[in-house]
């Protein structure tokens, strides 16, 4: 079982207090504090789940009390929860300079919007607001048809139309150094193959920007 200071050492990593940790893993920041002075001991349940959300974030423990963050890994994530805690790590990444300055643009492939927004639920409205907040970001969003239900004032979002997508490429998306492929078809749903892998997320870029050049800024009719 994980320790006090392996969790401390951990949020050291990503440079978090212990509140970011308590909203991340659904906890109290009470509960966080009095695990890692051990003043209480967490339950099993507990630790899994902040076990579950450091591995989100290349963050694993290792034996004697140790703490790493891993280079390459692939996380599997499923149902509401982990999906929300997932756009988590979009939006940080949103907010990073890579993303604003374009070196690292956020592409995403063929998501159906209207699975996006029921499995995120009221957690929607909160994303897209802070997303509005972050001057000079632009996600580029390949589609096979155009967004019916598009959230006015989310100009950061840019739009184009290749109608072929839907039966050749699974969803995806590229943000910082990770690729995520998306599927709602599942129990359970949504379940998302995360991967932290400069080089896949390189590579699987430079296919969107070559299907985003060929692709139509005008939604078909």
Known sequence: MITGRQIRAA???????????????ELSRDTIFNIENGKVQARETTTERITKIFATYDIEFIPDEGVKRKSDSITK????NDFRSYMDQVYEAATQLYSIDGTKPICICNLDNSLFRKYMGDYHAVHVDRLKKINGL???????????????GASYLKYRYLPELKAVIAPFYVFGDKFAIIDFDVPDPPRILLIHSPALAHSYRNQFDIMW????????I
């Open 77 to 80: 994530l499923q149902g509401v």
């Open 11 to 25: 949020r050291a990593l990503l440079e978090w207090d212990a509140e970011d940790l308590a909203e991340k893993a």
């Open 138 to 152: 632009e996600i580029r969003s390949l589609a096979v048809e155009a967004d019916k239900k598009h959230v006015p």
């Open 213 to 220: 050049k060929n692709a139509s800024d005008k939604p078909p």
